[in-house]
C-alpha cells in the first residue's frame, strides 16, 4: 500500500495518525432474513471507534471499535427487547460488541481507495475471524477539520456466535436465517471528536 493510505485531497496523513469515528455522522446497521422471504434490517445506535496508522507502515494499520450491544435498533420495540435478551445477544452479559482490526491490504496495485481489513468480531462472547470490503468513498468535509468517509461490508453467520434460536419452518429451512449482512458507513476525524 502507498503512503496516501487516508486521502486528503492529495496530502498524505501524519505519520502516527490517529482517526477517531464520529457516530453523528456514521451508521453501523446489519439485515438478516426472517420467515425465508422478510428481510429485517436494523441497526446499533451507540458506538466509538479508532483508526491508528503510521504512512511509512501502512500495513500495520489498526482499528478498534466497540458497540453498545444493548443500542440495538429495528424499529420495534417488542423485537428489539427481546433481541437484548439471553435468547439472543444477551446484552445484560455481553454488552459489548467489539471489532479489532489486524491486517490492512490494498486491494490491487493501482487503487489507493480500497482495502481487505482482517480482524477479530467479538459477540456474544465468541470472538471469530472475519474481513471486511473497505472502500473511501470522501476527503475533507466543510468544517475546519481533517475528515475522511468509508463504505465496509461483510457477512457472518450468526450461529457461530451463538445466537438466536434455531427454529425450523414446516417448509423447511429456519424462522430467522443464518447469514448476517453488515454495511458500515463511517466518518472519521484526525484528533479527538471536537464540538462543531
Same mark, same amino acid.
Given at each position: 500500500m502507498e503512503a496516501q493510505t487516508l486521502q486528503r485531497t492529495g496530502v498524505a496523513a501524519d505519520a502516527g495518525a490517529t482517526w477517531t469515528i464520529d457516530p453523528a455522522h456514521s451508521t453501523i446497521?446489519? $439485515? #438478516?432474513?426472517?420467515? #425465508?422471504?422478510? &428481510?429485517?434490517?436494523? !441497526?446499533?445506535?451507540?458506538f466509538q471507534g479508532t483508526i491508528r496508522f503510521a504512512d511509512d507502515r501502512p500495513n500495520d494499520a489498526s482499528?478498534?471499535?466497540? #458497540? @453498545?450491544?444493548? $443500542? #440495538? @435498533? &429495528?424499529?420495534? !420495540?417488542k423485537r428489539d427487547d427481546h433481541l437484548r435478551s439471553a435468547d439472543f445477544f444477551d446484552v445484560a452479559t455481553y454488552p459489548t460488541i467489539a471489532f479489532r482490526g489486524t491486517r490492512v491490504e490494498p486491494i490491487g496495485p493501482f487503487r489507493r481507495d480500497r482495502w481487505r481489513v482482517a480482524g477479530v468480531l467479538t459477540i456474544h462472547?465468541? $470472538? !471469530?475471524?472475519?474481513e471486511l470490503a473497505v472502500e473511501q468513498t470522501g476527503g475533507p468535509d466543510l468544517w475546519d477539520v481533517e475528515v475522511a468517509s468509508f463504505t465496509a461490508t461483510t457477512k457472518i453467520s450468526r450461529k457461530d456466535y451463538g445466537i438466536g434460536l434455531n427454529l425450523p419452518l414446516d417448509a423447511g429451512g429456519l424462522v430467522i436465517g443464518d447469514e448476517v449482512s453488515i454495511a458500515i458507513d463511517v466518518q472519521v476525524v484526525e484528533g479527538p471528536i471536537r464540538g462543531r
Open positions: 446497521e446489519f $439485515s #438478516i432474513k426472517h420467515m #425465508i422471504f422478510a &428481510t429485517v434490517h436494523g !441497526r446499533f445506535n451507540g482499528v478498534e471499535v466497540q #458497540i @453498545d450491544a444493548a $443500542s #440495538i @435498533d &429495528t424499529g420495534i !420495540r462472547g465468541v $470472538s !471469530r475471524p472475519v
